[in-house]
């Protein structure tokens, strides 16, 4: 969806974490986005989300805070 046709988000959503978002750009190999977004998805996560609670130390990339169902998931997601 191109930038036009997004929503913009709400002032609630711009500071959820008691402070305004900043957008960023970052470089990342194709593996590392796909692990990230595989690990943002199995939590039902945005991507955005998951790395700002990821940097907050609120969820992690390994799979010890994953149910069962969350590793189920992912497995799935990494077979593709």
């Known amino acids: 969806m191109s930038k036009r046709g997004q929503k913009k988000q709400n002032q609630a959503d711009r500071m959820a974490w008691g402070e305004a978002k ?3 750009s970052i470089m990342l190999t194709p593996t590392a986005a796909q692990k990230i977004d595989a690990r943002a998805k199995a ?11 990821a940097a907050r130390g609120i969820v992690s990339m390994s799979d010890s805070d994953l149910t069962n ?6 497995a799935k997601l990494s077979e593709n």
């Open 22 to 24: 900043e957008r960023f």
């Open 43 to 53: 939590l039902q996560l945005s991507r955005s989300e998951f790395l700002e609670q």
């Open 69 to 74: 169902e969350d590793k189920e998931n992912l």
